[in-house]
């Protein structure tokens, strides 16, 4: 299957290309700068504002992974007219599957960037294509950043009333690789991280993992978004999740090695791990083989 990924330069796209490529798909990749073709991957540039290019990057093409997004300050300009392009084109271009990425909440709590996402999704799902919504909770790549915006700061504002469900990136990435080849599902899925966690929780586990102490200021963010997120509004019970949590995520747990791991890499019987602690006389420091045991004098 050939697929066109928007926003692949991104946060995501950037776990999505080398998924869709390890599942066997062809991959067309829409970026707003001029690449040149790398391995498996069809670099193609475009404008989803201006609509530049995209004529191009959706002809020929089985499915659509639309992740563009104007972030939440961009004011919808990817995220609405950009979206209303890329499925015109697409029409024009022949129909292919259009799977959306968008965030959880955004039909419940429409409040700031989410009523792009929620106005986004109307578009699709009316544009009378085939069609999958992927509806995702905050990435732990994300939360990251942001709390890293806040390092240089004597002290941390934390509102504690908020909760969280962090994913990963490279599992929503997974997911949305899933659902492109199961084909359209003409419905939304929502995908979260496997635990829902507080602010005081998400603050002290960055803060450790990034080796920081910081005074943390009690504060309540104001705003309906907030309000929202404070009653639940972004998170979700859907199943499945997400299996990284936020604390393996910053803080992997050492690898398990396997019964034919150890037994492959057991210790010579001339390892140092392997022989009596106290005799000097019947140690050997080494291990490789040949090695000849050293005598008193």
Do not use: C
């Amino acid at each position: 299957m050939r697929i066109l990924v928007t926003g692949a330069t991104g946060t995501l796209g950037g776990a999505l290309v080398p998924a869709l490529l390890k599942a066997g798909h062809e991959v067309r990749a829409l970026s707003r700068t001029k690449r040149d073709g790398s391995g498996n991957v069809e670099w193609m540039w475009g404008d989803l504002i201006s609509g530049n290019g995209v004529k191009e990057a959706v002809r020929g093409v089985d499915a659509i992974a639309h992740l563009a997004t104007s972030g939440r300050r961009g004011r919808g300009a990817v995220d609405v007219p950009g979206t209303r392009t890329l499925l015109i084109l697409a029409r024009q271009a022949g129909a292919p599957h259009v799977l959306l990425t968008s965030m959880v909440g955004a039909d419940r709590a429409a409040y700031g960037h989410l009523r792009h996402k929620l106005e986004a999704e109307r578009l699709v799902a009316e544009s009378g294509l085939d069609w999958t919504i992927l509806r995702a909770t905050t990435f732990h790549q994300w939360l990251r950043r942001r709390l890293g915006d806040f390092a240089a700061l004597p002290a941390l504002p934390v509102d504690r009333s908020l909760p969280w469900q962090p994913v990963h990136t490279g599992e929503v990435a997974t997911r949305v690789a899933a659902l492109l080849s199961a084909g359209p599902e003409h419905r939304e899925i929502e995908f979260g991280g496997p635990q829902v966690i507080g602010t005081e929780e998400l603050v002290t586990t960055w803060l450790r993992a990034s080796g920081l102490r910081r005074l943390r200021v009690p504060v309540r963010y104001p705003g309906r978004l907030y309000a929202a997120q404070r009653a639940g509004d972004l998170t979700t019970d859907a199943l499945p999740k997400g299996g990284i949590t936020w604390h393996d995520y910053l803080l992997p747990p050492p690898p398990v090695l396997s019964d034919d791991f150890a037994s492959e890499h057991t210790a010579s019987p001339t390892s140092p791990a392997t022989q009596p602690e106290q005799d000097p006389d019947l140690r050997v420091y080494g291990g490789d083989e040949g090695y000849e045991r050293p005598t008193r004098s």
